[in-house]
Every structure is written in structure tokens, then in C-alpha cells.
């Protein structure tokens, strides 16, 4: 599978429209290349970089097969309109929230999981949750990675 996003590159600068000192909504999100038997995608974004440990700006499952990309702006609700259902992330909010690094350049991972089920669990599960059900129902995966620095 491929992960890319209109708003930057691979391993690029994430604009400030996507953080914590711009409007802090999602980024665009496409992908193709999906494996066959494909039931449905889950994405964690997440920053290795955080002082504390890995900080986790997004989670989100269940997004359905027929899904092949996201627009920006995925609103904060646990049942977004383009379907799926969003987690908790380690700002302690339902839905996305952007870089927002106390200091230095850090990597942002959106990580995009090609799953072989519906994992059927209720909005508002941590990482670490979905991590667990995902557990044995991944055919693929891929990832986009963005730099930000304050």
C-alpha cells in the first residue's frame, strides 16, 4: 500500500494549517494498492519524538473498504460522515490533534492498516486498544512521515 497527503512529501515539512499554532485540523489522506480480502483501514498517527515517550495525535478505525482517501478536516466526533469511528489520543480528545512539539524537529507517523475485519469496538479506544484488536487481522500496512518543528 501507498500513504500520501496533498498537504506534504514523505518525510517533509507538515504546514502549520495542521498543528497546534495553525487551525489543528487533520490532513488530507490517500492510498491505494490495497490487498485483496481488504475489510477495512484503521490509522494512528503518532511522534516518537515526545519527550515522555511516543505521543499519539489519532486514532481511527473501521473505515470502510470502499474508502481510498480522507479529506482534511476529519471533525473531532466519534462517528465522523466519511464513517469509521475515532479514538482517544494522548491529548485526551476524540479525533486528531496536530504536532505541537515543546521543542526541536519531531516525526509524525500516520501509520494506515489494511485490515481483514471489522474490529467492531466502540468509539474512544486508545492506541494501545486498537493495537490489541488489530492483533492478528493485519494484510498490510504503510506509512507517511511529517516533520514539524516549533
Keep these: 500500500m501507498d500513504l500520501t497527503s496533498s ?11 495542521y498543528t497546534c499554532d495553525g487551525t489543528d485540523v487533520s490532513p488530507p489522506l490517500k492510498w491505494n494498492s490495497v490487498p485483496p480480502g481488504t475489510k477495512s483501514f484503521a ?7 515526545a519527550p515522555m515517550g511516543t505521543w499519539v495525535h489519532w486514532v481511527y478505525y473501521d473505515i470502510p473498504k ?5 479529506p482534511e478536516k476529519v471533525a473531532p466526533t ?4 466519511n464513517g469509521g469511528k475515532q479514538g482517544i489520543n494522548d491529548f485526551r480528545k476524540i479525533g486528531y490533534g496536530g504536532p ?6 519531531h516525526r ?3 501509520k494506515l492498516y489494511a485490515l ?3 474490529l467492531n469496538i466502540p468509539p474512544g479506544a486508545t492506541k494501545n486498544q486498537l493495537l490489541e484488536a488489530m492483533e492478528n487481522h493485519m494484510l498490510g500496512q504503510t506509512q507517511l512521515m511529517g516533520k514539524y518543528k516549533r
Excluded at 7 to 17: C, V
Excluded at 43 to 49: A, G, N, R, S, V
Design 43 to 49: 490509522i494512528i498517527c503518532d511522534d516518537p519524538d
Design 66 to 70: 470502499e474508502t481510498k482517501d480522507l
Design 100 to 105: 505541537c512539539p515543546p521543542g526541536g524537529t
Design 108 to 110: 509524525y507517523y500516520f
Design 116 to 118: 481483514d475485519t471489522m
Design 7 to 17: 498537504a506534504f512529501n514523505h518525510e517533509g515539512f507538515i504546514p502549520k494549517k
Design 78 to 81: 466519534e462517528h465522523p460522515a
